[in-house]
């Protein structure tokens, strides 16, 4: 069972950047997909963008498309979003996920079987 667990949140102030990481544990190889999503006080929670597994193909929103990169690092078992230019917004609990079938590309949060605890990012106007 993969259990994701997110770190890297935090304050920051309207035009900064954060890199969240998520460190996976366990079985990781039945993980073909994972993701970002991010949910604001309020709001349904959004997907934000996805990597396959062995990094060849990205996919993102379009409310962070260009100020925002999703990688990851096989080797260590870590994914990792890099947010710059980041607004407002972009203020939400980040949650990392992991998915065993290809079509969680689509950005479908029910493609999504193991979630992480969420890491709490704030920007400030």
């Known amino acids: 069972q993969v259990q994701p667990v997110e770190s890297g949140g935090g304050l920051v102030q309207a035009g900064g950047s954060l890199r969240l990481s998520c460190a996976s544990s366990?079985?990781?190889?039945?993980?073909?997909?994972m993701g970002w999503f991010r949910q604001a006080p309020g709001k349904e929670r959004e997907f934000v963008a996805a990597?396959?597994?062995?990094?060849?193909?990205?996919y993102y929103a379009d409310a962070v498309a260009g100020r925002s990169t999703i990688s990851s690092d096989n080797a260590k078992n870590t994914l990792y979003l890099q947010m710059n230019s980041l607004k407002p917004e972009d203020t939400a609990v980040y949650y990392c996920?992991?998915?065993?079938?290809?079509?969680?590309?689509?950005?479908?949060?029910?493609?999504?079987?193991?979630w992480g605890q969420g890491t709490q990012v704030t920007v400030s106007s």
């Open positions: 366990g079985r990781t190889f039945s993980s073909l997909v």
């Open positions: 996920a992991a998915s065993g079938v290809i079509r969680a590309m689509r950005g479908s949060a029910t493609d999504f079987s193991s």
């Open positions: 990597i396959t597994w062995g990094g060849r193909t990205t």
